[in-house]
C-alpha cells in the first residue's frame, strides 16, 4: 500500500500545482496575479503541444493559447511514456486525479456494481472512442488554427470554472464527465481522453511494463478487481493494454509472492520462479 | 531483468520533466506566454496578430503610435493605466453607436485602428488572426474613422469627420438612455486633435450607473464611451441595447451592418449574411450545417451571424468558425 501513497502524494502535488497556476491566471485576467509568471492551463498541458504539431510542421506558428511551453511538456511526456507507459495519466494528470476521487465516492455508492455498469465487450469498443475523438481535434485544430476543444474541454473546464469564457456545453461536459466517473471509474480517461490515447500506445512499447510471473500467479482475480480501468490483469503476461495509466494497483493487490506482477524490463526469467 | 521499484517513479517523473523543461530554459525555448509581439510579414509586425492579451502600452510600443492618436481614436479615458490589457477592455468599456445601443470595445477595433493607422498592405486576415480573443461588436468598429483622422505623421484628414460631439458629463446617470450622444453640433475639424481627457477612467468609476465620457473628437462615427459598472460581472447583461429616444447621433453611426460591406474581412457576429455569401459561404452551406430554414426563422440577407446563432441555438464563436473554416481564402 505504500506504492499507492507515493502515488496519492505525487498526484496531490501536481493537483495542488495546477490549481495554483490555474487560480494564478485568474486572477492573472483580473491584474491580480501573485505569481511572476502567468501561464494559462492550455500552456502547461501536453496536449497543446500535440494539437498544435500540425502548424508546427506546416508553418512556424503555435495555435492560439498555446505556447512554447506546451511543446516541452508534450515532449516530456512522450519520453516518459516511452520508459514507464502511461504513467502520465496514472500519476500526474489532475484530471484523472479528481475522477479516481470521485471514483472512490462511487464505490462507496454502489459498492461492487461499481465499474461494471458496462459490460467488458461494450468498454474496449468505447475506448476506442478516444482515437476518434484525438482524430477530430487534430483535424479541426488544424483547419481552425486555434484550440479546438478549448470551448469544451473537461479538463479546462474544471481548472478554470470561475472563468467568464466558458460556454454551457463546457459546463454540461464536465458535469456529465465527473457523474459518469461515479459509475465508471475515469470515464473521461478510458472513453474520451486524446492525450490518453496517445499515452496508451506507449503501453505496448514502454521500457517498463507491468508483467506477471505464470508459474507463482495463483490465478486469484485481485488484480482484475483492483484495476480501475477494468483490464484482465490475470490472464496476460504483460500489461500492454492501452486503458493502463501504470497506477499499480494490481501490483499492490497481488497476494501471492511479491514478483508475481512486477513492473520491469523484459519477461520473468526462469530464475524468478 | 530489472524490476522498477515503484518509490523510483516520481524520481523518473521528475527527471523526465526536469531536465526537458531545463534543458529548453537553457536554450531559451521554453515560455509560458507569448512573446507580445505579432508574427512578422513582410518585414512589418501584422496589426492583426495583435492579442487580446496585449497592453494598450504594448500595442503603441510595438507600432508607434502616440498615445494621444491611440487613445483618442478608440475613445480610452485619457489616464487609462498603459498596462491595461485589450481583454480587459472589452470587459469595460462600451461605446454607444448611433441609436444609444451600447457597443461591446473589441480587440478587433484595435487590430483594424492599427492596420489602417500604419497603412498595412499586409495579407488579410484569417480566421486564427482573430478567434479566440475577439470581441462581440456587432457594429463598425470605432477604427473606421481613422481614415479619416490622424495620420502617424499628424497629416490633416483628408476629410472632414463629422464628429460627434459629446458632453463632458461626469454626473452618474440613472439609466443608459443618459447616455446617449448629444445631438450632432459640434464642429467639424480638420485636425485630429485628440478629445479631452474623460475625467473618470474607467477603473476608477465608482457609480453603478453608466457615466458617459467623450468620445474622440476625431472620429466621424465617433460615440460616447459608457464605463461599465464596476462590479458588474458581465456587461451584456448590465448594458442591453437601448433605444435612444431622442434619436440623438443619428447620422454618426452606421447600425445597419450591411453598409459596411468594405469593413467586414472577417466574420464577426455583426456580420451580415450578405457578406458572408460574398465569401462563398452560401445560404445552403448555413443552412444545412446549422440545420434551421432561413425563411422560417425569418433570416434574410440582412442578418448577422449573430442573428443566425441566435435562431440556431448555436454560440456565435461556431457559426463564426465555420465560415472562418469555409470562406474563400
Known amino acids: ?273 | 531483468m530489472k524490476r522498477l521499484n515503484f518509490y523510483t517513479i516520481p524520481l523518473i517523473i521528475l527527471l523526465c520533466f526536469g531536465l526537458t523543461i531545463g534543458i529548453s530554459m537553457l536554450s531559451g525555448y521554453w515560455s509560458t506566454e507569448r512573446a507580445k509581439l505579432p508574427r512578422v510579414v513582410d518585414g512589418s509586425y501584422d496589426p492583426y496578430d495583435i492579442r487580446g492579451s496585449y497592453s494598450i502600452g504594448e500595442v503603441m510600443d510595438i507600432f508607434g503610435i502616440p498615445k494621444e492618436d491611440f487613445y483618442a481614436a478608440l475613445g480610452l479615458p485619457a489616464n487609462m493605466c498603459g498596462t491595461t490589457r485589450l481583454n480587459e477592455l472589452e470587459k469595460e468599456i462600451l461605446r454607444v453607436d448611433a441609436n444609444g445601443n451600447p457597443v461591446h470595445f473589441g480587440v478587433s477595433d484595435v487590430r483594424t485602428f492599427v492596420a489602417n493607422y500604419i497603412g498595412w498592405t499586409g495579407p488579410a486576415p484569417t480566421d486564427a488572426d482573430h478567434s479566440g480573443d475577439e470581441s462581440t461588436t456587432t457594429s463598425v468598429p470605432a477604427n473606421a474613422p481613422v481614415e479619416t483622422s490622424s495620420t502617424p505623421d499628424g497629416d490633416a484628414p483628408s476629410t472632414e469627420p463629422a464628429t460627434a460631439p459629446i458632453e463632458e458629463n461626469t454626473t452618474p446617470a440613472p439609466t443608459a438612455e443618459n447616455a446617449a450622444p448629444a445631438p450632432a453640433t459640434a464642429p467639424t475639424t480638420q485636425t485630429a486633435a485628440p478629445a479631452p481627457a474623460p475625467t473618470k477612467p474607467v477603473a476608477e468609476t465608482a457609480t453603478p450607473a453608466p457615466t458617459t465620457i467623450p468620445a474622440p473628437a476625431a472620429t466621424p462615427e465617433s460615440t460616447p464611451v459608457v464605463t461599465a459598472p464596476e462590479n458588474t460581472a458581465s456587461t451584456d447583461e448590465t448594458h442591453t441595447p437601448t433605444p435612444n429616444p431622442q434619436g440623438q447621433g443619428q447620422g454618426q453611426g452606421n447600425p445597419n451592418p450591411s453598409e459596411h460591406t468594405e469593413t467586414w474581412t472577417d466574420p464577426r457576429g455583426g456580420t451580415p449574411l450578405s457578406v458572408v455569401y460574398e465569401w462563398g459561404v452560401s445560404r445552403e452551406m448555413l443552412e444545412k450545417e446549422f440545420k434551421i430554414d432561413f425563411d422560417e426563422k425569418g433570416l434574410t440577407s440582412d442578418s448577422t451571424l449573430k442573428d443566425l446563432a441566435t435562431a440556431a441555438g448555436a454560440q456565435t464563436s461556431d457559426v463564426r468558425n465555420y465560415v472562418s473554416a469555409k470562406m474563400k481564402k
Open chain 1, 1 to 273: 500500500m505504500k506504492s499507492q501513497k507515493v502515488r496519492l502524494a505525487v498526484q496531490i502535488f501536481f493537483l495542488i500545482l495546477i490549481t495554483v497556476f490555474a487560480v494564478n491566471h485568474q486572477l492573472g485576467e483580473r491584474g491580480q496575479a501573485f505569481l511572476p509568471t502567468n501561464p494559462n492551463l492550455h500552456s502547461i498541458c501536453p496536449m497543446g503541444g500535440v494539437a498544435t504539431l500540425y502548424t508546427m510542421i506546416t508553418g512556424d506558428t503555435l495555435v492560439k493559447k498555446v505556447h512554447e511551453s506546451s511543446v516541452v511538456l508534450m515532449w516530456a511526456s512522450l519520453i516518459l511514456a516511452l520508459i514507464l507507459g502511461a504513467a502520465f495519466c496514472g500519476w500526474i494528470c489532475p484530471f484523472g486525479t479528481i475522477q479516481e476521487w470521485i471514483g472512490k465516492l462511487g464505490k462507496k455508492i454502489f459498492g461492487k456494481r461499481h465499474n461494471h455498469f458496462i459490460s467488458d465487450k461494450m468498454r474496449n469498443i468505447l475506448k476506442y472512442m478516444r482515437y476518434v475523438v484525438l482524430v477530430i481535434l487534430l483535424y479541426q485544430t488544424a483547419q481552425l488554427g486555434k484550440l479546438a476543444f478549448e470551448s469544451w474541454d473537461p479538463y479546462h473546464t474544471l481548472f478554470a470554472i470561475v472563468s467568464d469564457e466558458l460556454s454551457i456545453l463546457a459546463y454540461v461536459i464536465l458535469a456529465v464527465t465527473l457523474l459518469a466517473s461515479l459509475f465508471e471509474e475515469r470515464a473521461w480517461c478510458k472513453f474520451a481522453c486524446p492525450l490518453g490515447a496517445i499515452n496508451g500506445l506507449f503501453n505496448k512499447v514502454s521500457i517498463f511494463k507491468i508483467h506477471r510471473n505464470k508459474s507463482q500467479c495463483i490465478d486469484c482475480g485481485a488484480c482484475d478487481r483492483s484495476c480501475p480501468m477494468s483490464i484482465n490483469v490475470q490472464h496476460q503476461d504483460k500489461v500492454t493494454d492501452s486503458l493502463c495509466t501504470r497506477c499499480g494497483k494490481c501490483v499492490t493487490a497481488c497476494p501471492a509472492k511479491s514478483s508475481t506482477l512486477e513492473y520491469q524490463i523484459g519477461k520473468f526469467s526462469e530464475v524468478s520462479k
